[in-house]
């Protein structure tokens, strides 16, 4: 829906928008970039495990989330030290 709701406050930037400036961003940088987008949060906690279990950088918008989303950062694996932030 980005782009859609209420573009005179939040833009008409659309999530393809965000898809193709992530990848050419990271093709521009020479890192390999997945961008996902979720509607429950526990897709979210669950992806956010697996690449941490993998060694991966995460960058999370959890702007959309709730305060329950956060029940669930706990039981992740803490993430290695050059990804946590300064």
């Known amino acids: 829906m980005g782009g859609t709701r209420e573009p005179d406050i939040y833009g008409?930037?659309?999530?393809?928008?965000?898809?193709?400036?992530?990848?050419?961003t990271a093709t521009e940088v020479g890192?390999?970039?997945?961008?996902?987008?979720?509607?429950?949060?526990?897709?979210?906690?669950?992806?956010?495990r697996q690449a941490a279990r993998a060694g991966s950088r995460v960058v999370l918008n959890g702007t959309g989330c709730t305060r329950w989303l956060s029940a669930g950062w706990p039981s992740a694996p803490a993430p290695p030290p050059r990804c946590r932030p300064a």
Not at 12 to 24: I, N, S
Not at 31 to 48: K, Y
């Open 12 to 24: 008409t930037t659309t999530y393809a928008d965000l898809v193709a400036l992530c990848e050419r």
């Open 31 to 48: 890192v390999l970039v997945q961008v996902r987008q979720a509607n429950h949060e526990g897709e979210l906690i669950d992806w956010v």
